[in-house]
């Protein structure tokens, strides 16, 4: 597809429709261009030492009905990984006929899609695929995360997201993409398990995103995820059966059952408190660290149980007894 555009400087078509005089109009001829790459003579660009140049590619792309839908093709810019700049061919659908009944508004639509790659600030983006980009995110961003949160992501990978998606390039894991991931996982493992993996596939997402990648991170809202199942009440041990364990234990176990029966503490903070996380004057403890399969890592200072007079009283109580037996 050739275009020709003229342009008239403002004063000479002031003159010409003042004196009516004829002028000349010079055509502009560009050859060898492909219809998604149509130049626009007039589309200018700024140079570094204040110049003005044509862009190097204008595109208005071309808009196609097939059956009862508008379609849209262009071309995008992308940097590969080996570093070199490559021109993409799109296809985007732009509404159904009934929506957009003629040419002229599909292509008003397919201006409004092409505006930010017209735009003078428009940079190619970055391309990978998900199991390159997941290379780079372990060693960039996971390993910065704490062991479990690291043990998890990897298992999520392993076991779910590169078996499924690796082979994908960023830019191709759109919603309709994500969803099928989504509905694939659904059946296989819990609401809560596949929550996690698309919290981790998140990640990932945004991380790319954050580093110049094309690729649309991930939004629950346009995700349809299975619904909740009825689950059971888990068992809780009541306070006279809590009483009974605690003093049914020896040593330090007696005081680490008080601590999780007071203060609904984790496991594995509880194993990592030490006695200088005893507060014996104001009657309460800090948490300042986490034990997970024998590494200790440190954790976010919390304040104290919301059941606030029993923890200071019989918390206070066992404390006392901890600090005693480290003795």
């Known amino acids: 597809m050739i275009e020709r555009r003229a342009h008239l400087d403002p004063s000479a078509s002031e003159s010409v429709h003042r004196t009516g005089a004829s002028i000349e109009l010079r055509q502009i001829e560009l050859t060898n261009v492909a219809e998604s790459d149509t130049l626009h003579a007039g589309a200018t660009a700024l140079t570094s030492k204040g110049g003005i140049i044509a862009r190097r590619r204008y595109q208005t792309g071309s808009v196609i009905l097939k059956g009862s839908s508008w379609y849209g093709r262009y071309r995008e810019g992308q940097i590969a990984s080996d570093g070199r700049e490559v021109r993409i061919r799109r296809s985007i659908l732009l509404g159904s006929k009934k929506e957009l009944p003629t040419k002229p508004l599909a292509e008003r639509r397919m201006d409004i899609i092409l505006a930010p790659i017209n735009s003078l600030a428009y940079r190619p983006g970055r391309v990978a695929t998900i199991e390159e980009f997941a290379q780079r995110w372990r060693t960039e961003v996971l390993s910065k995360r704490k062991a479990s949160?690291?043990?998890?992501?990897?298992?999520?990978?392993?076991?779910?997201?590169?078996?499924l998606l690796g082979k994908f390039r960023l830019?191709?894991?759109?919603?309709?993409n994500q969803q099928m991931f989504v509905t694939r996982l659904s059946g296989t493992i819990s609401r809560k398990m596949l929550l996690n993996v698309l919290g981790t596939l998140s990640s990932m997402l945004t991380t790319?995103?954050?580093?110049g990648y094309v690729c649309e991170g991930l939004n629950f809202r346009k995700i349809v995820l299975p619904e909740k199942a009825i689950t059971k009440e888990p068992a809780?041990?009541?306070?006279?059966?809590?009483?009974?364990?605690?003093?049914?234990?020896?040593g330090p176990f007696r005081v680490m059952f008080a601590i999780a029966a007071m203060t609904g503490l984790r496991a594995g903070e509880i194993l990592a408190l030490q006695t200088g996380d005893f507060d014996f004057e104001r009657n309460f403890l800090t948490v300042r660290r986490s034990v997970w399969r024998q590494k200790s890592f440190h954790s976010q200072d919390f304040d104290q149980p919301s059941d606030h007079a029993n923890a200071r009283s019989i918390g206070a109580?066992?404390?006392r007894t901890y600090r005693d037996t480290e003795k």
């Open 149 to 163: 949160t690291v043990h998890a992501a990897e298992s999520h990978l392993k076991i779910q997201i590169l078996p």
């Open 171 to 176: 830019n191709e894991l759109g919603v309709e």
């Open 208 to 211: 790319a995103q954050n580093w």
């Open 236 to 250: 809780c041990f009541t306070a006279e059966q809590a009483r009974s364990i605690i003093m049914a234990a020896q």
């Open 317 to 319: 109580d066992r404390a």
